[in-house]
Nanobody, 115 residues
């Protein structure tokens, strides 16, 4: 029943911006922290940003000042606005939520930063 569906990825030039969105369903959305992770080819998956149920946010050091996570509890969506993109931001971006019994992941959306 739990579903997470990402959208908004694509090809962007260095310095450009992109907005990712994750549509969530199958659980009481506003009770849980929501995460964005990313995984570059051949690299471990890493946490990019987290937004808690109360609205506070945590960011990885490598995106502080460039990315912003937000949530719309009325629409059950989580967004990641990415500015000043760098080639090293190239990765598949995933939304994520943790429940008892395991983790839930979206299918991922590809972000490629290249000139």
């Amino acid at each position: 029943q739990v579903q997470l569906v990402e959208s908004g990825g694509g090809l962007v030039q260095p310095g450009g911006s992109l907005r990712l969105s994750c549509a969530a369903s199958g659980f009481i959305f506003n009770r849980y922290a929501m995460d964005w992770y990313r995984q570059a080819s051949g690299k471990p998956r890493e946490l990019v940003a987290r937004i808690f149920s109360g609205g506070s946010r945590n960011y990885a050091d490598f995106v502080k000042g460039r990315f912003a996570i937000s949530r719309d509890n009325a629409k059950n969506t989580v967004a990641l606005v990415m500015n000043s993109l760098k080639p090293e931001d190239t990765a598949v971006y995933y939304c994520h939520v943790t429940f008892m019994g395991g983790d839930y992941w979206g299918q991922g959306t590809q972000v490629t930063v290249s000139s």
